[in-house]
């Protein structure tokens, strides 16, 4: 026999890298025997006795799919299933959409909202210009995997302030006065509604003047929309700040989910819409667009998964579906709205010591909730509630069987650390 050789990956190659902030969260809330134990960090709707809701019109789908004679599992196209594209993008966009009357919108479906992400950051590493080498302006906070994503195709990260610590809102001055001095021509990403991990979003007049200094300064507006229809009940408010920048004439792209507004987590469906500027060559330019982001896809993917983007394009075409999912997230958002409600309520009925009102103020899964990384430690070793050391809690984990615990849990962790 050979000597063995010794790996050609020691450890100071390939370190360990750290365990993901979040999944780890999750193994510690599964391993704690805690009867009360409460979960507000995970990123998924659940109803009110803390279970998965398959939505019944996604279970309507699932049915017409299954008894569908000619339905297979045979590969689909590059650029995805183009009825559930299409929808997408009229979804996004709104059928009446100038892009897409003009043809200038480049769909291609993608592994969910992260998926879409990526495939936009790789076009742009790869194609877009930067002759200064400039940046991608994140919000901070944002999403964790944002940082990941776009480190992975080497484009350089910067921020822009997002959350006030104090007022538990939009530091808006900070954030335009940062998207105003960056550099000419760079990449600012923004959240379409229900920000992530804050809950807060700007009002329309605040959108409409972040458009003109992104407009004056030259920038690339990168749009993440994770959360259509489940921030505030209705797809087309969701929608307006997209909407706004395409009516405006922006160049921009759109990474969209439907993990979230579907439920449809493990399906792993979603869609990357690339929008060129118009003019005379727009139909052209997005033709050359969509053949590169082929070949992207192609080599990391070949193909995107089938039965996710079928059962929503089903829904997306069906009028009666289209309604009927309407209607659950009306009940999705609805149920986050009163939870919200009923915290605030339970925590200014005791007189916890502080401001709540930012919880209702916020939108969507999550609220920032102004806790420290101590006392978010204290309530899960003292109390069995898990949420992500940032105080951020997902309102979809609360329901009316652990509010009372959670609340009075907050409440006496806020007064003995004050």
């Known amino acids: 026999m050979a000597p063995i050789q010794p790996s050609r990956f020691p450890e100071h190659v390939v370190p360990q890298a750290p365990e993901d902030p979040l999944f780890g969260l999750m193994a510690a809330y599964r391993r704690d025997q805690s009867d009360k134990k409460v979960d507000l960090g995970i990123g998924a709707y659940r109803d009110d006795n803390a279970k998965p809701w398959v939505l019944p019109v996604v279970k309507k789908a699932d049915d017409i799919l299954r008894q ?21 993008a009229k979804l996004i966009l709104g059928s009446d959409s100038p892009a897409l009357n003009e043809k200038r919108v480049v769909s291609m479906q993608t592994i969910s909202g992260t998926g879409a992400v990526h495939l936009g950051a790789l076009f742009l590493s790869k194609f877009y210009p930067r002759p200064n ?95 259509q229809g489940f921030a505030s009940g209705d797809l087309n408010k969701d929608a307006w700040p997209v909407r706004y920048f395409v009516s405006e004439g922006f160049e921009l792209c759109v990474a969209q989910s439907f993990a ?93 010591t502080g401001t709540w009102n930012h919880i209702t103020d916020q939108i969507g899964m999550f609220s920032f909730t102004g806790l420290s990384e101590d006392q978010v430690m204290k309530l899960r070793n003292e109390s069995s509630i898990y949420m992500t050391k940032n105080g951020r809690i997902s309102m979809a984990g609360l329901n009316t069987h652990n509010i009372d615990h959670t609340a009075n849990a907050i409440n006496r962790v806020v007064r003995q650390t004050q």
């Open 68 to 88: 569908d004679p000619q339905l297979n599992h045979e590969y689909l196209p590059i650029a995805g299933l183009a009825e559930f594209t299409s929808a997408a």
């Open 133 to 227: 080498d400039e940046a991608v302006y994140f919000s901070s906070p944002t999403w964790a995997n944002h940082n990941q994503i776009f480190s992975n195709v080497h484009l350089p990260i910067k921020t822009y302030p997002y959350f006030s610590a104090q007022t538990k809102g939009l530091d808006f001055k900070g954030m335009i006065d940062t998207i105003k001095s960056a550099p000419s021509g760079s990449i600012i990403l923004l959240h379409v509604c229900a920000h992530n991990p804050t809950g807060v979003d700007p009002t329309q007049d605040q959108w409409k003047q972040i458009a003109e200094v992104i407009r004056s300064r030259e920038h690339f507006p990168f749009f993440d929309c994770a959360y």
């Open 260 to 352: 979230k507004n579907f439920g449809l987590y493990g399906e792993r469906a979603g869609c990357f819409h690339f929008v060129t500027s118009p003019g005379a060559n727009a139909s052209s330019t997005a033709a050359r667009i969509a053949s590169q982001l082929a070949i992207l896809q192609r080599s990391e993917i070949s193909n995107p998964p089938a039965y996710g983007a079928k059962i929503a394009s089903l829904i997306l075409n069906d009028e009666n579906l289209f309604k009927q999912w309407e209607d659950n997230l009306r009940t999705m958002s609805g149920r986050i709205i009163d939870m919200r409600k009923a915290l605030r309520q339970k925590l200014e009925d005791m007189g916890t």
